[in-house]
C-alpha cells in the first residue's frame, strides 16, 4: 500500500477510551454518546469520569504559562541575568544554611510557665524574642507570685446546659451545623468537638455548644429555635444568649475553643444582619489566635512543649479557618484584609489526620479555599488596598500573572471537588464561585468606566487589557449564574449555602448590569439576572443581608430598568457558562450531606425556646458594650444597605 493510502487510513487518535474498549483492550474513536465499535455490537457504552492523567491542558491554559515563561526571562535579561545558567548547588546549601541559622535566632516559643506567661492559666501562650521574657525560661527565673492575683471562678458544672436544650433538638442542631456549616468554615473539628463532648474532654466547652447550636438553628426550620415563632430571623437568638453570657466569664481565660467560640458568634451576628458585631468577634478570634502562637506551626515548638497530633492538626485548622474568613469578609465588606500572609508560617492541615472518605474530601475542600484566598490576598492587597502596592504600569503584568494563578488552581482541583458532573458535596460549588469572583475582582479595575481607568490603561500601554478585563469579568458572571443553575438542579435551593454565596452573586449582578449597552436589556441577561434574585432570595431564609441585598437588587432594577422581578422568581431557561470554565473533570463521591427534618414540626415551644422552658432572659449578666452593638446594628441596617 503506498505511503499515502496508509496515513489516510490511519484511524483517529483519542485521549480516551470507553469502558468496554479499554476492557477489550480495541481501539475506540472516542465518540459519544457511544463509540463506533459499541455501536457495531450494540454493546452499551460507558465513558469513565475519573481522572487518567491523560487530559490535555486547555489551550488558553497553555497560552497563559507560555506568556508567564517569556515575561520571566525577559526580566531576567534586563537585568543581566542568563535564564539558562544553573546555579552552584553549594551556594544554595550555604545560603539556606545561614538562612535557618538567622531564623533560629529569632524564634519565640509558647509557654506555659509562669516564668513567661504570666497568666498561669493552663493554656500556651505566644512570646517572641522582642518581648523580653524568653531569658526568664532559659535561666529558670520565676517572677514572685502577687498576693492579690486574682481567684479564677469555679468553672460551671458539666451538666448545667443539659437542662436546657432537649436531647433531641440539640442532636439535630449540631447535626445541621456539622453538615452545612462546618465544611464550610471549618473552625471545629467534628470528631474532636464529639468525643470531648461524651467524655467531658477540652475540646467542648458549653460556651462553644451553644455557639454551634446557635449557628445550627440558621439552617432549621423548627419553629422551638425562634425566640419569635414568626420572625424566622431570630432563630437560635436564645441559644446566642447563653453563649455570650458564658464568654463574658470565658474571656477571663481564654483557650482554643474560646477562638473557635468567637468565630461563630461572629458568623451568627452576620448571619442577623448585625455586620459591625460580626466584625468585632471575629477580631477578637484574630487577636487570641496570635496570643495562642496560631500564625506559627506548632511543628516549630516540638521538643518544647508537648502536643498531640491531633491538636497540631486542630491549631492549624482554626488558623486556616480564620485565614480564609478574613479575606472572603474583606471583599464582602470592602475592607481591608487584617491578617495577611506573610504575618504566619503555618503548614497546610494534612490528609494524615483524615480517618474517612468524607474527611478527606472536607479537607481538601478547606485546602483548596486556602490555596485561592492565598491568590484573593494578592489581588486585595495589589489593586484594592488604601495603599495599593504596584503602580499603574505594573498592573497589565500582575493580571496576566494573576489569571494564570487562578487558572492552575482551576486545573489542579482534585476530581472530588470539580463540578462539571454531579458533585455530592454542596460546599463545591460555592467554591468555583469564590473563584469566578476572584476573577471579577481582578478584572474590574480595569474595566471601571471613569477617566482614570482610561488614563491608566493608556499610560500602561496596555490598550488590550481593558477589553480582556470585561471579557474575564463578563465570563465569569456567566459562570456563576450557570454555577447557581446545577447547584438547584442538584440541591433544590440555596437555602442552606453558606454566606459567601451572597457576594458571588452580587458580584456577578453588579458584572451583567454593567454590561447592559443604552439601557436596553437582552433576554439573556433578563435570565441571568432573574437566577441573580433568585438565589439571593434563598439565601435570605438564613443570612439577613441577602434579603436586604435582593431587596436593593430588585428595587435597582426596578427604577433604572422597569424589570419587576417577584420574590422566588426563576430563569426560564438553563444557562450554560464557557466550556473553559466549567470544563475541569471530576469523580462522584458516595458521600451523604444532605440532613432531612420535618419543616412543619410544631412543638410547645411555639412561644420561643425560652418562654417555653420558664428561663429569664441572658442579658442582665452582660456588660453594655453587647447591648450597644445590637442596637448599633439595628439602628444602621438601612443605612448600610
Not at 497563559?64 to 537585568?79: N, S, T, V
Not at 508560617?345 to 479537607?363: D, G, K, W
Not at 454531579?422 to 468606566?449: D, E, G, Q, S
Amino acid at each position: 500500500m503506498p505511503p499515502a493510502e496508509k496515513k489516510q487510513s490511519r484511524g483517529k487518535y483519542t485521549t480516551k477510551a470507553c469502558e468496554e474498549c479499554r476492557r477489550r483492550r480495541a481501539k475506540c474513536d472516542g465518540k459519544k454518546p457511544s463509540c463506533s465499535r459499541c455501536l457495531q455490537w450494540s454493546i452499551s457504552c460507558q465513558y469513565s469520569s475519573t481522572e487518567d492523567g491523560r487530559r490535555p491542558a486547555s489551550k488558553s491554559y497553555v497560552d497563559l504559562l507560555r506568556q508567564r515563561i517569556q515575561f520571566l526571562e525577559d526580566f531576567l535579561a534586563k537585568r543581566g541575568l542568563d535564564p539558562d545558567a544553573e546555579t552552584s548547588l553549594g551556594e544554595d546549601s550555604a545560603e539556606l544554611s545561614y538562612m535557618e541559622a538567622l531564623c533560629d535566632q529569632f524564634k519565640g516559643c509558647l509557654a506555659l510557665d509562669e516564668s513567661l506567661n504570666f497568666d498561669a492559666d493552663g493554656e500556651m501562650r505566644f512570646f517572641g524574642p522582642t518581648s523580653g521574657r524568653l531569658q526568664f525560661a532559659a535561666q529558670g527565673v520565676s517572677p514572685e507570685k502577687d498576693s492579690n492575683a486574682r481567684v479564677e471562678p469555679e468553672p460551671l458544672a458539666s451538666t448545667a446546659y443539659d437542662a436546657f436544650v432537649p436531647t433531641e433538638l440539640e442532636t439535630h442542631l449540631i447535626d445541621l451545623y456539622f453538615a452545612w456549616e462546618q465544611p464550610w468554615y471549618q473552625i471545629v473539628d467534628e470528631d474532636l468537638f464529639r468525643d470531648s463532648m461524651a467524655n467531658r474532654g477540652r475540646y467542648f466547652t458549653p460556651l462553644l455548644l451553644y455557639s454551634i447550636l446557635a449557628m445550627g438553628s440558621r439552617y432549621s426550620d423548627r419553629i422551638e429555635t425562634r425566640t419569635d415563632a414568626n420572625d424566622p430571623n431570630t432563630a437560635g437568638r436564645f441559644f446566642l444568649e447563653q453563649a455570650k453570657t458564658l464568654l463574658h466569664r470565658e474571656m477571663e481565660r481564654p483557650s482554643l475553643t474560646t477562638i473557635q467560640a468567637l468565630g461563630l458568634i461572629g458568623m451568627f451576628y452576620i448571619a442577623t444582619g448585625a455586620d459591625a458585631a460580626g466584625w468585632l468577634h471575629h477580631g477578637m478570634a484574630n487577636r487570641l489566635s496570635l496570643d495562642m502562637g496560631l500564625n506559627l506551626d506548632p511543628a516549630a515548638f516540638e521538643g518544647a512543649v508537648s502536643m498531640s497530633s491531633k491538636e497540631m492538626q486542630l491549631r492549624r485548622q482554626i488558623y486556616w479557618t480564620l485565614y480564609c474568613h478574613d479575606k472572603l469578609s474583606a471583599s464582602y465588606t470592602g475592607r481591608v484584609c487584617s491578617m495577611l500572609d506573610v504575618q504566619g508560617a503555618v503548614n497546610l492541615p494534612s490528609h494524615a489526620e483524615a480517618s474517612c472518605s468524607r474527611q478527606q474530601t472536607i479537607l481538601s475542600l478547606q485546602i483548596a479555599l486556602i490555596r485561592i484566598c492565598q491568590v484573593h490576598e494578592r489581588i486585595l492587597m495589589s489593586l484594592w488596598a488604601p495603599k495599593p502596592s504596584l503602580n499603574q504600569h505594573q498592573r497589565p503584568a500582575f493580571l496576566e500573572l494573576c489569571l494564570l494563578d487562578l487558572k492552575t488552581w482551576l486545573y489542579d482541583l482534585p476530581p472530588a471537588l470539580r463540578i462539571d458532573q454531579p458533585n455530592p458535596l454542596p460546599h463545591a460549588y460555592t467554591l468555583h464561585m469564590v473563584y469566578h469572583t476572584a476573577r471579577i475582582l481582578l478584572a474590574k479595575p480595569f474595566t471601571v468606566r471613569h477617566q482614570s481607568a482610561a488614563h491608566d490603561a493608556d499610560a500602561s500601554g496596555g490598550a488590550q487589557t481593558p477589553t480582556q478585563a470585561r471579557s474575564v469579568s463578563t465570563d465569569s458572571a456567566r459562570a456563576i449564574c450557570a454555577i447557581a443553575q446545577k447547584y438547584r438542579q442538584h440541591f433544590g435551593s440555596f437555602r442552606l449555602s453558606p454566606i459567601t454565596a451572597t457576594h458571588c452573586t452580587l458580584s456577578a449582578a453588579t458584572v451583567l448590569l454593567e454590561d447592559i449597552a443604552g439601557g436596553d436589556m437582552l433576554p439573556s441577561q433578563k435570565s441571568r439576572l432573574e437566577v441573580c434574585v433568585g438565589v439571593l432570595d434563598e439565601l435570605a431564609g438564613v443570612w439577613q443581608p441577602a434579603r436586604r441585598i435582593g431587596t436593593n437588587l430588585r428595587r435597582l432594577l426596578r427604577t433604572r430598568y422597569n424589570l419587576t422581578l417577584l420574590p422566588g422568581s426563576r430563569a426560564e431557561s438553563p444557562l450554560q457558562a464557557t466550556a473553559d470554565d466549567l470544563s475541569a473533570p471530576s469523580a462522584g463521591l458516595d458521600l451523604d450531606f444532605v440532613d432531612e427534618w420535618n419543616p412543619a414540626f410544631l412543638s410547645p415551644y411555639a412561644e420561643g425556646l425560652p418562654a417555653a422552658l420558664g428561663l429569664p432572659p441572658a442579658l442582665d449578666s452582660l456588660p453594655v458594650d453587647y447591648g450597644l452593638f445590637d442596637m448599633l446594628n439595628r439602628t444602621n441596617l438601612d443605612r448600610m444597605w
